[in-house]
Protein backbone atom coordinates (compact mmCIF):
# COMPACT_ATOMS: atom_id res chain seq x y z
CA UNK A 1 0.00 0.00 0.00
CA UNK A 2 1.73 3.54 -0.81
CA UNK A 3 1.75 5.85 1.33
CA UNK A 4 -0.01 9.34 1.09
CA UNK A 5 2.07 11.91 1.01
CA UNK A 6 1.67 14.33 4.16
CA UNK A 7 2.00 18.35 4.02
CA UNK A 8 5.43 18.05 5.38
CA UNK A 9 6.72 15.97 2.52
CA UNK A 10 8.69 17.33 -0.35
CA UNK A 11 7.60 18.31 -3.90
CA UNK A 12 9.16 17.43 -6.75
CA UNK A 13 9.29 20.01 -9.38
CA UNK A 14 10.33 18.88 -12.41
CA UNK A 15 11.97 20.67 -15.14
CA UNK A 16 12.15 19.73 -18.63
CA UNK A 17 15.18 19.92 -20.85
CA UNK A 18 16.01 21.34 -24.54
CA UNK A 19 13.19 20.64 -27.28
CA UNK A 20 10.87 19.52 -24.56
CA UNK A 21 7.53 21.05 -22.40
CA UNK A 22 6.31 19.99 -18.87
CA UNK A 23 4.33 17.42 -21.01
CA UNK A 24 7.48 15.26 -21.50
CA UNK A 25 7.23 14.45 -17.42
CA UNK A 26 3.52 13.27 -17.40
CA UNK A 27 4.24 9.49 -17.57
CA UNK A 28 6.48 9.82 -14.75
CA UNK A 29 4.31 12.03 -12.71
CA UNK A 30 1.89 8.58 -13.62
CA UNK A 31 3.95 6.82 -11.77
CA UNK A 32 5.16 9.19 -8.60
CA UNK A 33 3.91 8.98 -5.37
CA UNK A 34 5.06 12.03 -4.25
CA UNK A 35 3.65 15.38 -5.33
CA UNK A 36 4.65 16.77 -7.89
CA UNK A 37 4.76 19.83 -10.59
CA UNK A 38 6.07 20.05 -13.96
CA UNK A 39 7.28 23.24 -15.12
CA UNK A 40 6.96 25.00 -18.60
CA UNK A 41 10.12 27.14 -19.55
CA UNK A 42 9.97 30.44 -21.40
CA UNK A 43 9.33 30.08 -25.14
CA UNK A 44 6.32 27.42 -25.43
CA UNK A 45 3.42 26.71 -24.91
CA UNK A 46 1.51 29.25 -22.58
CA UNK A 47 5.06 31.01 -22.06
CA UNK A 48 5.39 33.36 -24.41
CA UNK A 49 9.64 34.26 -25.23
CA UNK A 50 11.42 34.26 -28.38
CA UNK A 51 12.73 30.80 -27.54
CA UNK A 52 16.34 32.06 -29.16
CA UNK A 53 16.89 34.24 -26.75
CA UNK A 54 15.82 32.83 -23.19
CA UNK A 55 18.22 33.62 -20.26
CA UNK A 56 18.83 31.32 -17.38
CA UNK A 57 17.79 34.16 -15.44
CA UNK A 58 13.64 34.41 -17.54
CA UNK A 59 13.86 30.66 -17.32
CA UNK A 60 14.66 30.48 -13.11
CA UNK A 61 12.19 33.74 -13.26
CA UNK A 62 9.13 31.84 -14.66
CA UNK A 63 9.67 28.54 -12.69
CA UNK A 64 9.75 29.90 -9.60
CA UNK A 65 6.82 32.13 -10.70
CA UNK A 66 5.05 28.59 -11.15
CA UNK A 67 6.47 26.71 -7.69
CA UNK A 68 5.85 29.91 -5.49
CA UNK A 69 1.97 30.23 -7.34
CA UNK A 70 1.58 25.83 -7.03
CA UNK A 71 3.19 24.80 -3.70
CA UNK A 72 3.75 24.94 -0.28
CA UNK A 73 6.49 23.35 1.97
CA UNK A 74 9.92 21.80 1.35
CA UNK A 75 10.88 20.90 -2.69
CA UNK A 76 13.70 18.98 -4.73
CA UNK A 77 14.11 20.47 -8.05
CA UNK A 78 14.71 17.99 -10.44
CA UNK A 79 16.45 18.90 -14.18
CA UNK A 80 16.63 17.08 -17.28
CA UNK A 81 19.30 17.52 -19.57
CA UNK A 82 19.70 21.27 -20.47
CA UNK A 83 17.22 22.07 -17.54
CA UNK A 84 20.27 21.33 -15.05
CA UNK A 85 21.20 24.64 -16.53
CA UNK A 86 18.39 25.99 -14.59
CA UNK A 87 18.88 24.72 -11.30
CA UNK A 88 20.82 26.79 -9.21
CA UNK A 89 19.33 29.72 -10.37
CA UNK A 90 16.03 28.43 -9.46
CA UNK A 91 16.86 27.26 -6.18
CA UNK A 92 18.77 30.40 -5.33
CA UNK A 93 15.20 31.93 -6.00
CA UNK A 94 13.36 29.25 -3.97
CA UNK A 95 15.85 29.80 -1.35
CA UNK A 96 15.26 27.33 2.26
CA UNK A 97 12.34 25.55 0.94
CA UNK A 98 14.73 23.75 -1.11
CA UNK A 99 16.19 20.39 0.12
CA UNK A 100 17.02 18.65 -2.60
CA UNK A 101 18.55 19.12 -6.43
CA UNK A 102 18.87 16.25 -8.92
CA UNK A 103 20.30 16.41 -12.10
CA UNK A 104 18.70 13.70 -14.23
CA UNK A 105 21.40 13.74 -17.17
CA UNK A 106 21.74 17.12 -16.20
CA UNK A 107 23.85 19.54 -17.86
CA UNK A 108 25.69 22.52 -15.45
CA UNK A 109 28.75 24.28 -15.19
CA UNK A 110 30.80 25.44 -12.15
CA UNK A 111 30.16 29.08 -10.97
CA UNK A 112 30.88 31.50 -13.52
CA UNK A 113 31.51 28.90 -16.12
CA UNK A 114 29.70 27.53 -19.02
CA UNK A 115 28.15 24.52 -20.37
CA UNK A 116 30.30 24.72 -23.16
CA UNK A 117 33.47 25.19 -21.15
CA UNK A 118 33.10 21.37 -20.05
CA UNK A 119 31.17 19.87 -23.36
CA UNK A 120 33.09 21.59 -26.24
CA UNK A 121 35.19 24.03 -25.20
CA UNK A 122 36.93 23.51 -28.42
CA UNK A 123 34.07 23.88 -30.26
CA UNK A 124 33.23 27.72 -29.01
CA UNK A 125 33.44 29.85 -31.79
CA UNK A 126 31.52 27.34 -34.10
CA UNK A 127 28.87 27.45 -31.88
CA UNK A 128 29.04 30.63 -31.31
CA UNK A 129 28.52 31.26 -34.97
CA UNK A 130 25.88 28.82 -35.52
CA UNK A 131 23.48 30.62 -32.24
CA UNK A 132 23.96 33.85 -33.97
CA UNK A 133 22.55 32.21 -37.13
CA UNK A 134 19.91 30.13 -35.41
CA UNK A 135 18.30 33.63 -34.10
CA UNK A 136 18.33 35.72 -37.15
CA UNK A 137 16.40 32.13 -38.77
CA UNK A 138 14.59 31.75 -35.42
CA UNK A 139 13.65 34.93 -34.24
CA UNK A 140 10.34 35.19 -32.19
CA UNK A 141 9.49 31.98 -32.57
CA UNK A 142 8.12 29.27 -29.88
CA UNK A 143 7.54 25.71 -29.88
CA UNK A 144 4.14 24.62 -28.80
CA UNK A 145 2.14 27.32 -28.06
CA UNK A 146 -1.06 26.98 -26.44
CA UNK A 147 -3.41 27.49 -28.22
CA UNK A 148 -1.92 26.74 -31.12
CA UNK A 149 -2.97 29.59 -33.35
CA UNK A 150 -1.77 31.90 -30.49
CA UNK A 151 1.71 32.04 -32.73
CA UNK A 152 2.52 31.87 -36.33
CA UNK A 153 6.13 31.54 -36.11
CA UNK A 154 6.90 27.59 -34.60
CA UNK A 155 9.75 25.63 -34.02
CA UNK A 156 9.34 21.76 -34.23
CA UNK A 157 11.27 19.77 -31.98
CA UNK A 158 14.69 18.80 -33.04
CA UNK A 159 15.16 22.47 -34.44
CA UNK A 160 14.00 23.94 -30.77
CA UNK A 161 16.28 21.05 -29.35
CA UNK A 162 19.06 22.42 -31.04
CA UNK A 163 18.47 26.41 -30.33
CA UNK A 164 18.05 26.15 -26.57
CA UNK A 165 20.80 23.73 -26.32
CA UNK A 166 23.40 26.34 -27.74
CA UNK A 167 21.23 28.93 -26.21
CA UNK A 168 21.71 27.87 -22.51
CA UNK A 169 24.41 26.30 -22.90
CA UNK A 170 26.42 29.53 -23.55
CA UNK A 171 25.47 31.19 -20.86
CA UNK A 172 27.10 31.62 -17.82
CA UNK A 173 25.95 29.70 -14.61
CA UNK A 174 25.99 31.40 -11.26
CA UNK A 175 25.68 29.58 -7.81
CA UNK A 176 25.27 32.69 -5.54
CA UNK A 177 22.35 32.19 -3.06
CA UNK A 178 22.63 28.24 -3.42
CA UNK A 179 24.01 27.05 -0.02
CA UNK A 180 27.48 24.52 -0.40
CA UNK A 181 25.48 22.02 2.16
CA UNK A 182 22.60 21.41 -0.44
CA UNK A 183 22.74 17.79 -1.27
CA UNK A 184 22.88 17.15 -5.12
CA UNK A 185 22.45 13.90 -7.02
CA UNK A 186 23.41 12.89 -10.20
CA UNK A 187 21.58 10.90 -12.84
CA UNK A 188 23.58 8.70 -15.14
CA UNK A 189 21.98 7.26 -18.10
CA UNK A 190 23.52 4.16 -19.07
CA UNK A 191 22.99 3.98 -22.40
CA UNK A 192 23.09 7.58 -23.13
CA UNK A 193 24.16 8.24 -26.68
CA UNK A 194 24.50 12.29 -26.32
CA UNK A 195 26.64 11.99 -23.06
CA UNK A 196 30.01 9.55 -22.83
CA UNK A 197 30.62 8.65 -19.74
CA UNK A 198 33.39 10.69 -18.51
CA UNK A 199 31.52 13.72 -19.73
CA UNK A 200 29.07 12.17 -17.24
CA UNK A 201 31.15 12.22 -14.64
CA UNK A 202 32.79 15.85 -14.93
CA UNK A 203 28.96 16.99 -15.03
CA UNK A 204 28.47 15.07 -12.16
CA UNK A 205 31.33 17.35 -10.53
CA UNK A 206 30.48 20.45 -11.65
CA UNK A 207 27.12 20.29 -10.13
CA UNK A 208 28.75 19.10 -6.73
CA UNK A 209 27.02 15.85 -6.37
CA UNK A 210 27.34 13.72 -3.86
CA UNK A 211 25.83 10.80 -5.13
CA UNK A 212 25.63 9.45 -8.13
CA UNK A 213 22.78 7.21 -8.94
CA UNK A 214 22.47 4.85 -12.10
CA UNK A 215 19.21 4.09 -15.07
CA UNK A 216 20.07 1.94 -17.31
CA UNK A 217 18.30 3.76 -20.15
CA UNK A 218 19.19 6.61 -23.22
CA UNK A 219 19.23 10.20 -22.34
CA UNK A 220 15.78 10.92 -21.73
CA UNK A 221 14.46 8.68 -19.17
CA UNK A 222 11.39 10.63 -18.67
CA UNK A 223 10.20 8.65 -21.67
CA UNK A 224 12.70 5.77 -22.01
CA UNK A 225 12.04 4.77 -18.29
CA UNK A 226 9.63 6.48 -16.77
CA UNK A 227 8.43 4.10 -13.84
CA UNK A 228 12.05 4.08 -12.87
CA UNK A 229 12.56 7.05 -13.01
CA UNK A 230 9.37 7.56 -10.54
CA UNK A 231 11.16 5.09 -8.15
CA UNK A 232 14.14 6.56 -8.04
CA UNK A 233 13.01 10.11 -7.57
CA UNK A 234 10.38 9.27 -4.84
CA UNK A 235 13.28 7.13 -3.01
CA UNK A 236 14.96 10.67 -2.65
CA UNK A 237 11.80 12.41 -1.57
CA UNK A 238 11.15 9.78 0.87
CA UNK A 239 14.95 10.26 2.57
CA UNK A 240 14.13 13.61 2.32
CA UNK A 241 10.92 13.61 4.39
CA UNK A 242 12.68 11.52 6.64
CA UNK A 243 15.19 14.09 7.28
CA UNK A 244 12.92 16.82 7.78
CA UNK A 245 11.38 14.64 10.29
CA UNK A 246 14.33 14.33 12.87
Given at each position: ?75 ILVGHSAGGIVLPALAARLGDRVEHLVFVAG ?140
Open positions: MKARPTGSDPTLVLVHGAGNTSLVWSRVQEHLEHRSLAVDLPGRRDRPADITRVTIDQAADGAAEDVDARTTGPLLCARDGNTVVDTVRPEHREEMVARLAEMRVRYQDHMLDPVPRDSADALVDVPTAMGIESLNLMGQRVSWDGVPDALERTFVRCLRDRIQPRALQAELAENCGASTVLDLDCGHTPALAAPDRLAVLLDAIAARTAGSLRR
